[in-house]
């Protein structure tokens, strides 16, 4: 897909880092695994999934719109977005040193209800579809990885296909985990570790990327 071999490995990294980062849609797959068992954790990282492409299309389209001026804007928006990946990284560093976590035992209570495909789905959908923070990821991070010189659409549905496959298996193995494990699993001491983890990758992705430029 248009792609050196080392920038491929690199984005295939980052996105793993960031879909096991904790976060709105972690919450909401723990929440509802703890709603309604493992389906309706599965269920609703499908829906989650799913927005990933919205997002690529509306990025495709703001990418599309600034290779038509000029190179130089391109070449502002990928160094603004490695800018923005660090910023992610250093954030969650500094949740590290100020001793919170999203993963927190108390964030996991739900009410035990029957389990319902199309609320799942249509949780999952829109939590990631309306998330504005999404929609400035996609945009900073994307460009990263886009050959100017090929259809910036199918690239970014190529990528956000990538990212839909690792999502889904992180979250459906999380949501088996808290299936099995329910608060007992989710600890201050793991968020921590998670955050000094992703932090320090997104951080160092990003000045590598941005040196890349």
């Known amino acids: 897909m248009y792609m050196e ?18 976060g709105l849609d972690t919450m909401l797959v723990i929440r509802n695994t703890a ?4 389906q309706d954790g599965v269920t609703s990282s499908f829906g989650i999934c799913c927005g990933l492409f919205v997002h690529a299309t509306v990025s495709a389209v703001g990418i599309s719109v600034i290779l038509l001026q000029t190179a130089w804007a391109f070449a502002v928006l990928k160094m603004a ?25 108390g964030r996991l209570s739900a009410v035990q209800q029957p389990y319902q495909a199309v609320r799942s789905l249509r949780e999952g959908l829109l939590s990631n579809v309306l998330n504005p923070k999404t929609v400035v990821f ?8 886009i050959n100017p010189q090929h259809s910036a659409w ?3 549905l190529f990528l956000a296909g990538c990212h839909f496959v690792i999502a889904m298996i992180w979250q459906s ?5 808290v299936n099995q494990a329910k608060n ?11 955050d000094g983890l992703t932090g320090t990758i997104l951080v160092s992705l990003g000045i590598k990327l941005a040196l890349d430029n």
């Open 81 to 105: 977005g490695a800018c923005y990946i660090v910023w992610l990284g250093l954030g969650s560093l500094r949740k590290l040193y100020q001793g919170k976590t999203a993963l927190a035992p």
């Open 154 to 156: 199918i690239q970014s």
């Open 184 to 194: 007992r699993l989710f600890q201050p001491t793991v968020g921590r570790i998670f």
């Open 173 to 177: 193995f999380l949501a088996l985990l």
């Open 5 to 22: 071999p080392h920038l491929m490995i690199t984005y295939l990294i980052a996105i793993t880092v960031l879909s096991i980062t904790p």
């Open 138 to 145: 996609y945009m900073a991070f994307l460009p990263q990885f």
């Open 35 to 38: 709603r309604g068992g493992w």
